[in-house]
């Protein structure tokens, strides 16, 4: 009895093709009902104004926003409208942070965040 070498390869190839074109499927399916608001919907997160604050300011305002290259944030006492006008529009050397950095309403979180001594 001689048997064909190439065929279980050819069958293991038609599962495989199988399988991408099921899961495929699938995958279109749950991205309808996240789309709709189903099990699959993507849930908003919140706002982590330490964790922006870490990616985006430490660089510049040291490591725990005590003033390095820019100045102090930690605990500042600046007004929370001028911290916000600066933070949209920059000064000096920092660049300015338009809605697709930081949106408005966690903007104000950071802002508190700023003024309660980065805490």
Known sequence: MNRNPVVPFLLILLMGVGLIFFMSAEGANKEKEGAE???GAKTEQKF?????????CTSCHGQNLEGAMG?????????ADELKKVIREG???MPAHDESVIADKDLDTLVKYLKDGAK
């Open 48 to 56: 982590d104004a330490a964790a922006f604050a870490k990616d985006n």
């Open 37 to 39: 608001g189903g099990e």
């Open 71 to 79: 100045p102090k944030l930690a605990g500042t006492s600046k007004p």
């Open 91 to 93: 000064k000096g050397a």
